[in-house]
């Protein structure tokens, strides 16, 4: 029994050993998870490797920005040239904060068209960025961008039967935190273009 002991703690001894081996060999050779950007060991910096990191970013943010400045073009063009479609679905709608009920629409119209957009779309609508009225929503290819199910959107009565009843329905609609997220950037973004709109016009 004790002999059994010996030789599986001369087998783990072993192992750690050719671990251990192999372990320095692959940091010598640059392995990318023992040679990074930040060396945990020495604390050292790869410079190269930070200006990349640092230049991926910045690529990232400015596509996130044309991205959510065309979409936000797209929506902008449905809302004025549908005014009346959306003011009617709105005084329907038996909720009393009617301006969350606009936000929850045009948040999901934004996630919609966030995720579908091609670069070249993003490319042409940002011609429209400071007036969204010259671009028509209908046109073929963006329509769908911002397609909603407004059906679901629309409130249901706890008793279909019944019908809606006086007082029901009258609280904030549900907003998920996707949702919330969106609507507070695409308040930046707009703050952004209004900015551009008033330099613009000087």
């Known amino acids: 029994m004790a002999s059994n ?13 050719l671990t251990t081996q192999a372990f320095g060999q692959s940091s010598e050779d640059g392995n990318p998870s023992t040679n ?38 797209l929506v902008r063009s449905f809302y004025a ?10 005084e329907v709608h038996p909720t009393q904060d009617k301006n969350r009920l606009l936000s929850k629409i045009l948040s999901q119209m934004m996630i919609k068209c966030n995720g579908a957009i091609s670069d070249d779309q993003i490319n042409y609508l940002q011609k429209f960025k400071l007036n969204a009225l010259d671009m028509d929503h209908k046109e073929a290819g963006y329509a769908d961008l911002i397609l909603i199910d407004w059906e679901d959107l629309q409130y249901q009565p706890m008793n279909p039967e019944e019908g809606l009843i006086e007082g029901e329905g009258t609280q904030p609609v549900e907003m998920t935190q996707q ?14 273009l ?3 709109q008033d330099e613009d016009a000087r």
Not at 53 to 58: D, I, L, M, T
Not at 81 to 90: G, S, Y
């Open 81 to 90: 040239k549908e005014d009346e479609f959306v003011q009617n679905f709105m």
């Open 179 to 192: 949702e919330i997220l969106m609507s507070n950037e695409v308040e930046d973004i707009s703050d952004e």
């Open 194 to 196: 209004k900015k551009e």
């Open 5 to 17: 002991r010996s030789k599986l703690l001369a087998l783990l001894v072993l192992a750690l050993l």
């Open 36 to 73: 990074s950007a930040t060396n945990t060991a020495t604390g050292d910096i790869d410079p190269e490797m930070l200006k990349q990191a640092k230049a991926e970013r910045k690529a990232a943010a400015k596509k996130k920005k044309l991205t959510m400045t065309s979409c936000l073009t």
